[in-house]
């Protein structure tokens, strides 16, 4: 579903409008490119354009440069797909594991995510599965054990395990859980100032700690690395990043491994942060709090699947889980049959927006001081998705007037100019209820 330009500026000025920025660089961006990329149900092309156009805009903003900013649809689509374009010596990348999928439970579906192998190994655990089951053997033991739970009873059992389960939601049983309620009386995104620290201006780039994963917050400081930021990623010993994963949302960065639980590491750590001008963060809520990681005149961006709030505040997730947790894959397909985005969309335009708000703070904190704290959440970027952008209403473009053929509506001519007429001067007549002569004096 492809929305007008109309929609396309507007979707950019509220992404702007929430990250507080001029209006008036809207102007500066130029959308070009082929038309008809990431098709679906939803406005998802608007959603990738106007974040990545928030993401430039932010980039010029800080530069101190004209613009123009450009937006190629190609570039975007792409972009937005990157990890399937990937190679690795010809390899195509591994995408989702075969317990990550959506599954027939006693009274609907259920979504699983278990990529990684602590997460596969708490689903196992939480249905009941040896973790030592080969694979083909534990399809067929999950898919057993879902049928004959509720979808309910599943998502809280394998959370309760420590593993990623939800069932699926219709847009209507998302609005009406309490998670749900939450994210919709939010905004998109949080900007706060926490304190008056002294404005800390850097003559040289940004220095940016990186302690995300899968994919917004890894999007978001590959395009800081890619905008001059000196990117330094901090993964724990023992469960690195997915290699595929690392390949493409790593360009432009350097990564390390640090453990935070031994002293002669955190010191290290903490020497780090120190020296930083951004903190990002993808973890779930709260995991990283002991560790302390205020610092004054430090901007800390974090991102979340269901933000800090609400029963679902402390819970781990990604897009596909969202995506099946909010309604969005019943809209993109069905209850029985539910579908998906053509692209992980919520995580990419999470990243861009991630990206965007980092940059608007360094700037304000670099004029105004400030310690700068920045939230965002997958299901916030959702619902924005789903309620946020313009929609097509036809009723702007219908018109009402009365006649001999009674109270009528009817569409707007689409032929309109400047200093052109509104519309037609009379409604239409009874057949043949006038006279067959011209109107005013003949020549």
Same mark, same amino acid.
């Given at each position: 579903?492809?929305?007008?330009?109309?929609?396309?500026?507007?979707?950019?000025?509220?992404?702007?409008?929430?990250?507080?920025?001029? !209006?008036?660089?809207?102007? +500066? %961006?130029?959308?070009?490119?082929?038309?008809?990329?990431?098709?679906?149900?939803?406005?998802?092309?608007? @959603?990738?354009?106007?974040?990545?156009?928030?993401?430039?805009?932010?980039?010029?903003?800080?530069?101190?440069?004209?613009?123009?900013?450009?937006?190629?649809?190609?570039?975007?689509?792409?972009? /937005?797909?990157?990890?399937?374009?990937?190679?690795?010596?010809?390899?195509?990348?591994?995408?989702?594991?075969?317990?990550?999928?959506?599954?027939?439970?006693?009274?609907?579906?259920? +979504?699983?995510?278990?990529?990684?192998?602590?997460?596969?190994?708490?689903? @196992?655990?939480?249905?009941?599965?040896?973790?030592?089951?080969?694979?083909?053997?534990?399809?067929?033991?999950?898919? &057993?054990?879902?049928?004959?739970?509720?979808?309910?009873?599943?998502?809280?059992?394998?959370?309760?395990?420590?593993?990623? &389960?939800?069932?699926? +939601?219709?847009?209507? #049983?998302?609005?009406?859980?309490?998670?749900?309620?939450? %994210?919709?009386?939010?905004?998109?995104?949080?900007?706060?100032?926490?304190?008056?620290?002294?404005?800390?201006?850097?003559?040289?780039?940004?220095?940016?700690?990186?302690?995300?994963?899968? @994919?917004?917050?890894?999007?978001?400081? +590959?395009?800081?690395?890619?905008?001059?930021?000196? %990117?330094?990623?901090?993964?724990?010993?023992?469960?690195?990043?997915?290699?595929?994963?690392?390949?493409?949302?790593?360009?432009?960065?350097?990564?390390? $491994? =640090?453990?935070?639980?031994?002293?002669?590491?955190?010191?290290?750590?903490?020497?780090?942060?120190?020296?930083?001008?951004?903190?990002?963060?993808?973890?779930?809520?709260?995991?990283?709090?002991? /560790?302390?990681?205020?610092?004054?005149?430090?901007?800390?961006?974090?991102?979340?699947?269901?933000?800090?709030?609400?029963?679902?505040?402390?819970?781990?997730?990604?897009?596909?889980? $969202?995506?099946?947790?909010?309604?969005?894959?019943?809209?993109?397909?069905?209850?029985? #049959?539910?579908?998906?985005? *053509?692209?992980?969309?919520?995580?990419?335009?999470?990243?861009?927006?991630?990206?965007?708000?980092? @940059?608007?703070?360094?700037?304000?904190?670099?004029?105004?001081?400030?310690?700068?704290?920045?939230?965002?959440?997958?299901?916030?970027?959702?619902?924005? =998705?789903?309620?946020?952008?313009?929609?097509?209403?036809?009723?702007?473009?219908?018109?009402?007037?009365?006649? *001999?053929?009674?109270?009528?509506?009817?569409?707007?001519? !689409? %032929?309109?100019?400047?200093?052109?007429?509104?519309?037609?001067?009379?409604?239409?007549?009874?057949?043949?209820?006038?006279?067959?002569?011209? #109107?005013?004096?003949? &020549?």
């Amino acid at each position: 579903m492809e929305h007008t330009a109309h929609t396309v500026r507007t979707g950019t000025e509220s992404l702007w409008a929430a990250l507080g920025g001029d !209006p008036a660089l809207v102007d +500066r %961006v130029a959308f070009t490119g082929p038309s008809g990329l990431l098709p679906a149900r939803l406005p998802v092309m608007d @959603l990738a354009r106007a974040s990545v156009a928030a993401a430039g805009l932010a980039a010029v903003e800080r530069a101190g440069l004209p613009g123009p900013v450009r937006v190629d649809d190609g570039a975007v689509a792409t972009a /937005f797909t990157s990890e399937r374009h990937l190679r690795i010596d010809g390899r195509a990348p591994v995408s989702f594991a075969p317990l990550s999928r959506f599954w027939r439970a006693a009274d609907g579906r259920v +979504r699983t995510h278990a990529n990684y192998p602590h997460h596969r190994a708490a689903l @196992l655990a939480a249905l009941g599965v040896p973790s030592g089951t080969p694979e083909d053997g534990a399809v067929q033991a999950v898919a &057993a054990a879902i049928g004959e739970r509720t979808a309910a009873e599943v998502e809280t059992a394998v959370y309760g395990a420590g593993g990623l &389960a939800v069932a699926l +939601r219709t847009p209507g #049983e998302w609005a009406a859980h309490p998670q749900g309620r939450e %994210v919709a009386a939010r905004p998109l995104l949080t900007r706060e100032r926490l304190d008056e620290a002294p404005p800390r201006p850097r003559s040289g780039p940004p220095r940016v700690l990186d302690l995300t994963r899968v @994919l917004a917050g890894p999007v978001a400081t +590959r395009t800081l690395a890619l905008l001059g930021a000196d %990117v330094l990623r901090i993964d724990p010993p023992g469960r690195p990043e997915l290699p595929d994963q690392h390949a493409d949302t790593n360009v432009g960065k350097r990564t390390a $491994v =640090l453990d935070l639980e031994r002293p002669s590491d955190r010191r290290t750590f903490d020497g780090l942060l120190d020296a930083a001008d951004v903190l990002v963060t993808g973890y779930r809520p709260g995991a990283l709090d002991r /560790f302390g990681l205020h610092r004054p005149g430090l901007v800390t961006a974090r991102v979340s699947a269901w933000g800090d709030y609400g029963p679902w505040g402390g819970r781990r997730g990604f897009d596909s889980l $969202v995506q099946a947790a909010t309604g969005i894959a019943v809209v993109e397909g069905s209850a029985e #049959e539910p579908g998906v985005l *053509p692209a992980q969309a919520l995580d990419h335009a999470t990243g861009y927006l991630l990206a965007a708000a980092v @940059l608007r703070s360094l700037t304000e904190r670099d004029r105004d001081g400030g310690t700068r704290l920045v939230r965002l959440a997958l299901a916030q970027t959702g619902h924005w =998705l789903t309620h946020g952008l313009p929609a097509y209403e036809p009723g702007r473009y219908l018109v009402e007037s009365e006649g *001999p053929l009674g109270h009528l509506r009817h569409a707007l001519s !689409p %032929v309109a100019y400047e200093g052109g007429p509104a519309g037609w001067t009379r409604p239409p007549g009874l057949p043949g209820g006038d006279a067959p002569v011209w #109107e005013g004096p003949t &020549a």
